[in-house]
Nanobody, 125 residues
């Protein structure tokens, strides 16, 4: 059974930090790009960041302006998203996602191989 177990969301004040974790199981970790989408109420889904496990290649949405860092611990089949300098505009449900290709991050309406349950990130002003 494929699982993407996300954790680490919560409530934080503007300027604060959170670290999201995504523990993956049930598929070959190295064959996938794994990362995060987010969706805020009334807004379109956004591809936030990915890491291509086999190469370590990373991607970040322009809106992040260098505040987020994605990493992986391949021994633990886990991906992390360190989020710094959070602002209320970062408030959204964050979803851990895995796909064999990176195109969904650029075209967020494309079908994705695997979705995890979302974790809420709320940034207060």
């Amino acid at each position: 059974e494929v699982q993407l177990q996300a954790s680490g969301g919560g409530l934080v004040q503007a300027g604060g930090s959170l670290r999201l974790s995504c523990a993956a199981s049930g598929f070959t970790f190295d064959d996938y790009a794994i990362g995060w989408f987010r969706q805020a109420p009334g807004k379109e889904r956004e591809g936030v960041s990915y890491i291509k496990i086999s190469t370590g290649t990373t991607y970040y949405a322009d809106s992040l302006k260098g505040r987020f860092t994605i990493s992986s611990d391949n021994a633990k089949n886990t991906v992390y998203l360190q989020m710094n300098s959070l602002s209320p505009e970062d408030t959204a449900v964050y979803y851990c996602v895995a796909d064999r290709y990176v195109s969904p991050w650029y075209f967020p309406n494309l079908r994705v191989d695997y979705w995890g349950k979302g974790t809420q990130v709320t940034v207060s002003s």
